[in-house]
């Protein structure tokens, strides 16, 4: 199925100041990620973004990028915007992918892609992992995600997920495994014409309290499809010791993908 990679990128950031053109290997971030997003079957990669400079840092890589208004309230407007840019139909599909991923998989970006033609009532498509750690199942930073049998989405919550009421109860610390708790990882697949008419819904009491944007679509009544790995995702970044750490695996030679 064709598709396209979006990319949003914001310059700014208050925790990393410039994150998109942060340096990776000699490679500004938001350059890494097409590269990565480039292996995969999309038929385009695409950089929309609010800052000339991101703009430029693209172009000087061969990597297209569309300049995007500054003053979007979410992801969603923003790459709302793109599609318009670019000029896509309603009926084409568009993976997101962020742009602190630079050692996102190519195969999780095809397989988000893929949920959109195995779900037709799907009007978007998502990830998760198994989660293994007591710490993260409490981690309120780590978005669970629970399914029905089709692998539709139930909800999403900061808030550990599904609760074991037997066990918890008598004190147990081990993870129960049957069923396993997902983490939800932060990519999106969309059919266009619904990300046209996301930025138009009324924003939902649970997304207010939960800061989960797609808890929106969850309450005015449409389906996420959501694609469970067994990889582990790779480090994003979102502090500076996330970039330490993907800085040092380039060093390595250790993040350029297949």
């Known amino acids: 199925m064709p598709f396209t990679v979006l990319i949003p990128a914001r310059l700014a950031s208050t925790r990393l100041p410039n994150k998109p053109l942060a340096d990776l290997g000699g490679k500004p971030m938001v350059v890494r990620v097409a590269e990565r997003a480039r ?26 990028a569309v300049l995007t ?9 923003r790459l709302a915007e793109a599609c318009a840019a670019l000029g896509l139909a309603d009926e084409a599909c568009v993976v997101n992918v962020q742009g ?3 050692l996102i998989a190519p195969a999780l970006i095809d397989a988000v892609a893929e949920l959109l033609v ?9 990830a998760a992992h198994a989660i293994d750690t007591l710490a993260d199942f409490v981690n ?3 978005v669970k995600v629970t399914t029905d049998r089709h692998g539709l989405a139930l909800s999403f919550s900061r808030a550990p997920m599904p609760w074991w009421r037997d066990g918890f109860a008598d004190g147990v610390q081990a993870l129960p495994t049957d069923p396993a708790p997902l983490r939800h990882i932060g990519i999106y697949g969309y059919r266009v014409g619904f990300l046209r008419a996301f930025p138009t819904l009324a924003q939902a009491p649970i997304e207010r309290c939960e800061s989960l944007e797609q808890m929106r679509a969850l309450w005015h009544g449409h389906r996420i499809a959501v694609h469970v790995t067994a990889e582990a995702p790779g480090r994003g970044v979102d502090t500076p010791e ?3 750490h993907v800085q040092a695996t380039f060093a390595a030679g250790a993040g350029e993908g297949r």
């Open 69 to 77: 208004a500054a003053d979007h309230p979410s992801g969603s407007d």
């Open 100 to 102: 602190d991923e630079p």
């Open 242 to 244: 996330d970039l330490k």
């Open 39 to 64: 292996q995969s079957q999309a038929t385009e990669v695409v950089v929309a973004t609010d800052a000339p400079e991101v703009v430029a840092a693209c172009q000087a890589h061969g990597v297209r």
């Open 118 to 126: 195995r779900h037709p009532q799907a009007s978007m498509s998502t």
């Open 140 to 142: 309120p930073n780590v």
